[in-house]
């Protein structure tokens, strides 16, 4: 039987800070050609990486990598002030910060809550290119939880000034159990705010279980690599759909596809919306019909960073 209905979630794709990320680097090719040198990868999508690096962008994994009077990005993970440090040694001749303003907030916040002799629960994954970032801000008061077993056993000794903060690319929805069981074993625990958490994120995640409620079998545009992507197949699975993370139509395998009448479609926050398309296409030249889903409409855009014009 063949594929009857492909639907595509709304929103998908870009986020804000993505875009933000994105346009950096493309104005600075345009702007200065290459090399450009970008620490870490801009964002954890294969595609865009992939595209930069043949247009001449270098991304590294350490500033050893990076020649003195080069010209360097930071990705929109962000970095510890020890790496901006290394920078400033470098004597390079351009850094350019294209880190997310969400995740820039946090580590505002953890400033703060450190100057005032709290400890600090960071919730996330401890190597994730964020959290590596954000807990070089205060190391020695920063202790990070992946789950909630972590959670269970955490030790803090001193329990009445006690904060949590998170990983911008997590969920209200990721994180909810694990905030739960800590305000249970530190009463006088500090909360994070909810706009800490990425806006695009918890949308896409709405998004999809709309979507699995609809079809047999959701496909998810994004890089292995990428938690927010990852997270998208989690959600749909968990609301009763088939799900796949794939980089593109090329990774879609026949079997997946056998007695499936109607398909969903999302992707990360860090996918260009080409692959959807694409993607979309693949299935309409076999007859699909293509339809949409979703009602959030994202308004949201940040500046980009003040050493790239605004215009071209």
Known sequence: MAVAKVILAKPRG????????????????QRHGPP????????????????????GVRFVQSLDEVPAGAKLIFSAHGVSPAVWQQAKE????????????????VH?????FAA???????????????????????????????NVEEARALRIPDLDKVVALTQTTLSV???????????????????????????????????VKQLAKEVDLVLVI??????????????????????????NHHDIESNWLQDISQIGITSGASVPEQLVQET???????????????????????????????TI
């Open 280 to 310: 979309a296409e693949f299935f309409r030249r076999q007859g699909a019909e293509i339809a949409h889903l979703g009602f959030v409409e994202e308004n949201v855009h940040f500046t980009l960073p003040p050493e790239i014009p605004q």
């Open 36 to 55: 450009i040198y970008v620490f870490h990868e801009i964002v954890h999508n294969q595609h865009v990486v992939g595209d930069f690096t043949r247009r």
């Open 108 to 112: 505002r916040e953890v400033r703060k």
């Open 173 to 207: 929805d990721d994180t909810r159990e694990i905030i739960e069981v800590l305000k249970a074993r530190f009463p006088r625990l500090v909360t994070p705010a909810k706009e800490d958490i990425c806006y695009a994120t918890q949308n896409r995640q709405d998004a």
């Open 14 to 29: 870009f986020c804000a800070g993505v875009e933000m990320a994105v346009e950096t680097v493309e104005r600075a090719l």
């Open 116 to 146: 005032q002799g709290y400890s600090i629960i960071l919730v996330g994954h401890d190597k994730h290119d964020e959290i590596v970032g954000t807990s070089g801000e205060a190391p020695d008061r920063i202790r990070v939880v992946a």
């Open 90 to 105: 470098k004597r390079l001749e351009l850094v350019i910060d294209a880190t997310c303003p969400l995740v820039e907030k």
């Open 222 to 247: 994004g890089s292995r690599n990428s938690e927010n992507s990852n997270q998208l197949c989690r959600v749909a699975r968990l609301h009763g759909a088939q799900a796949f993370l794939i980089n």
